[in-house]
């Protein structure tokens, strides 16, 4: 596979930490990514993404779709030649099982 066909992505947490990063090919979907952010959740975080439905990406403030490819996104990523993009990661826990309907918030600082 050609290297330029390889994107470098770190999933920013909520609480600054990084999961990554992991090198992806074009052909990659979203669900992928997170499929990889919740098998690789760092352990003793108060947030737990129990499925990648409960995870939202976030790449310069779009919610990327889970059936696009990494490839079809790259118009946010923009053109980072030989940079590691960093995607914000929400956990929305499902509201039908949470009692108080919090919804949390990942911002970037």
């Given at each position: 596979?050609?290297?330029e ?60 779709e ?44």
């Amino acid at each position: 596979m050609p290297e330029e066909d390889l994107v470098d992505i770190k999933f920013r947490l909520y609480d600054g930490s990084d999961i990554g990063p992991f090198r992806y090919s074009a052909t990659s979907t979203v669900d992928m990514l997170k499929q990889r952010i919740v098998s690789d959740w760092p352990k003793g975080k108060t947030i737990i993404p129990k499925t990648v439905n409960e995870v939202k990406l976030i790449s310069s403030g779009k919610i990327l779709e889970n059936n696009k490819t990494v490839g079809q996104c790259k118009v946010p990523f923009g053109d980072v030649a030989g940079g590691v993009i960093i995607m914000l990661v929400v956990v929305q826990p499902s509201l039908a099982k949470t009692k108080t309907g919090i919804l949390y918030i990942c911002v970037h600082v």
